[in-house]
């Protein structure tokens, strides 16, 4: 069957708000979309693919991926790949697009962490995958102790010279290393566009150890991802953990995690949620992009629906005092 021709929403700018992305030219809708699951080979396309339309209607207009988003690993960016080539190619720079390369993708000695040949070649494969000529942002995915930084710097500086990323970004970087990346890519006249870091309400590791202030002060966007702790922050697990859920795959998130004390939290943060006139999920986002320092919240989704409800989260991103207070009182006792 032939696919009818995607042609997006003529209004998708119209609701959106876009925040600029530390001191750059680039502006990041509040919500982005994380390819990390739902998009991989063992996903039905049909719905990946409408997921993808979804946001690009409602003004989504970044997208996150990696080398090795799937199940399997490579998938998620041929997915993207598929989607490109059928509905997004005449909107390409209307996109903004990112992958990594850090973690585990390929057998053998430079299958992963921070080597000049990993990232190199790991971004040529994924250009393909994708059915790109370059991407946005590449980063590298994570902080990697046994390589020299400055050859992973360095890879991403000529990443940017040969013109395969027009941006770069660090994620999960240690503080330390951070600092120094900044500086290195800074002095090569190469700004660090992004620091990606997991950051919600159960985590606040970039508040606690001074990553957001260190991003901000060198001008460089925070964007936070897992915002909703991998669902955690929904309503999916107030009543049971759903078969078709994350929790139920068992891989990244763990059964173990929802312990009774958590629901208790969960339970409690709802009920401030619907006193707001937000969902779990609405209130959870809303709290991340609360603080200016934060450029964008990558999301995943498993359906336009819940698409949709995320989406709503950027109508009230403001908190009281006292929703604040009563936020911290449910998490800390
Ligand atoms: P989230 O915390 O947003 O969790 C997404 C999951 O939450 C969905 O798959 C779905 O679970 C559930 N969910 C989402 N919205 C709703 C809703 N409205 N109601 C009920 N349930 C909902 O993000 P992810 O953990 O998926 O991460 C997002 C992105 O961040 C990734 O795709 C990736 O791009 C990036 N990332 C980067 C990392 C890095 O190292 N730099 C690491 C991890 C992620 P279900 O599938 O069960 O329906």
Request: contains cysteine; charged residues 20%.
């Amino acid at each position: 069957m032939i696919d009818p021709i995607y042609s997006p929403e003529k209004g998708r700018y119209d609701n959106m708000k876009y925040r600029r992305c530390g001191k750059s030219g680039i502006l990041l809708p509040e919500i982005s979309l994380g390819l990390w699951h739902n998009f991989g080979d063992v996903n039905p396309f049909a719905n990946s693919k409408a997921m993808a339309h979804y946001a690009f209607d409602q003004g989504i207009t970044h997208f996150d991926l990696a080398n090795n988003y799937g199940p399997s690993y490579g998938s998620a960016e041929e997915t993207f790949g598929m989607i490109m080539k059928k509905s997004f190619m005449p909107y390409r720079d209307e996109l903004f697009i990112s992958s990594k390369a850090g973690h585990d993708m390929w057998s053998g000695p430079y299958g992963e962490w921070g080597s000049r040949k990993y990232l190199m070649s790991s971004l040529d494969q994924s250009l393909k995958r994708m059915n790109l000529d370059y991407v946005d942002i590449f980063y590298s995915h994570r902080y990697d102790p046994s390589t020299p930084l400055e050859e992973t710097l360095q890879a991403l500086v000529d990443i940017v010279r040969q013109g395969k990323a027009l941006y770069v970004g660090i994620s999960k970087y240690p503080e330390q290393a951070a600092a120094f990346a900044y500086n290195y890519l800074q002095e090569r006249d190469v700004h660090c566009l992004l620091y990606q870091g997991r950051y919600n309400l159960l985590n606040r590791e970039p508040e606690n150890e001074g990553i957001l202030r260190q991003a901000k002060a060198n001008g460089t966007g925070f964007i936070a991802f897992s915002p909703l702790a991998q669902g955690l922050l929904t309503s999916r697990y107030l009543k049971g953990i759903p078969e078709d859920s994350r929790m139920a795959q068992g891989l990244f998130l763990k059964k173990e995690t929802l312990t009774g004390g958590l629901l208790d939290q969960l339970r409690a943060l709802n009920n401030l949620a619907a006193e707001r006139g937000q969902t779990l999920a609405e209130m959870s986002l809303a709290w991340v992009l609360k603080d200016d320092m934060v450029t964008s919240v990558i999301i995943g989704a498993s359906s336009v629906n819940q698409l949709a409800d995320n989406l709503k989260a950027i109508e009230n991103t403001t908190f009281t005092a006292e929703e604040i207070q009563r936020i911290e009182q449910i998490l800390n006792g």
